[in-house]
């Protein structure tokens, strides 16, 4: 497939499109330094600017984490364990390891029992 051969007004056209973001980054060379600095070649990765968002959303997850582990410490159902702790024999939902990781173990549905049953 060969090329598009560009027409001469085409030609034309990018010509004054480059000239003119040449002399869009004159001036701003040009007011940049009357401020007293220079405008970088290049944007380097490390200096790039970061979105807080991010940080803002792990902070509320963290936030929502430690409220929930709140109410189930209230509740009971967290069961501090050792690296020796038989897990059959633990009634509640959730273990805290000693290295302080929480850990869910089970959940299980119980189905509800029927009056006869009773």
């Not at 690296?83 to 173990?105: A, F, W, Y």
């Amino acid at each position: 497939m060969k090329p598009k051969q560009t027409t001469n007004n085409e030609g034309s056209l990018l010509s004054q499109a480059a000239q003119s973001l040449k002399d869009s980054i004159a001036k701003l060379q040009e007011r940049t330094q009357a401020f007293g600095s220079t405008l970088p070649k290049y944007l380097p990765a490390s200096s790039a600017p970061h979105s807080a968002a991010p940080q803002m959303a792990a902070d509320e997850e963290a936030t929502d984490a430690a409220e929930f582990y709140e109410q189930l410490r209230q509740t009971g159902q967290i069961t501090n364990v050792s690296e020796t702790t038989n897990l059959e024999h633990v009634s509640t939902t959730h273990i805290q390891k000693p290295d302080g990781t929480i850990e869910r173990i089970q959940f299980q549905i119980v189905p509800p029992r029927e009056s006869s049953d009773l």
